[in-house]
């Protein structure tokens, strides 16, 4: 765990959250388990994990499981978005597991995250896509204006 100094104000990160990771069942793949509140106090115990895991060779594939968070606050979407970036960086991806906890979708759909990995991803997915998003509609094709008579006001 990691230990950082902590002010008088600032509650203990070891109560509030617990990170644990360990190898996925595929090969290549990490499996992040993060427990409790990710805010500003604890959202770097977050960081230092998700940033030890994408750095290891190999790694194809983080999941982090949020289905157990009780809060997820703008410095823990940070930590994931940190976290995604690094991904990419190295040809890996992010995959984030809410539970279908809506408060959680909630958070990582009004900060434009959801739009960027995978929330939520059906095991019949196949693994070399990328992130889902909403199919967009298409555009319709251009019609001439109607051309309506004028009217005079006398």
């Given at each position: 765990?990691?230990?950082?100094?902590?002010?008088?104000?600032?509650?203990?990160?070891?109560?509030?959250l617990?990170?644990?990771?360990?190898?996925?069942?595929?090969?290549?793949?990490?499996?992040?388990e993060?427990?409790?509140?990710?805010?500003?106090?604890?959202a770097?115990v977050?960081?230092?994990?998700?940033?030890?895991?994408?750095?290891?060779?190999?790694?194809?594939?983080?999941?982090?499981?949020?289905s157990?968070?009780?809060?997820?606050?703008?410095?823990?979407?940070?930590?994931?978005?940190?976290?995604?970036?690094?991904?990419?960086?190295?040809?890996?991806?992010?995959?984030?597991h809410?539970?279908?906890?809506?408060?959680?979708?909630?958070?990582?759909?009004?900060?434009?995250?959801?739009?960027?990995?995978?929330?939520?991803?059906?095991?019949?997915?196949?693994?070399?896509?990328?992130?889902?998003?909403?199919?967009?509609?298409?555009?319709?094709?251009?019609?001439?204006?109607?051309?309506?008579?004028?009217?005079?006001?006398?």
């Open positions: 765990m990691l230990h950082t100094p902590a002010s008088p104000a600032a509650p203990d990160a070891g109560q509030l617990s990170v644990t990771a360990v190898p996925g069942t595929r090969p290549g793949s990490v499996f992040v993060v427990t409790g509140e990710v805010d500003a106090h604890t770097p977050l960081d230092a994990c998700l940033h030890s895991q994408t750095r290891r060779r190999g790694v194809h594939e983080v999941v982090v499981d949020l157990q968070v009780a809060f997820l606050g703008a410095a823990g979407i940070t930590a994931l978005a940190q976290a995604h970036r690094r991904c990419r960086m190295r040809g890996a991806r992010l995959v984030v809410t539970g279908g906890e809506r408060r959680l979708l909630r958070a990582l759909q009004l900060t434009g995250f959801a739009d960027l990995v995978a929330v939520d991803p059906t095991e019949l997915e196949p693994q070399v896509r990328g992130p889902r998003t909403a199919a967009r509609p298409r555009p319709r094709p251009r019609q001439a204006p109607i051309r309506r008579p004028r009217r005079v006001c006398r």
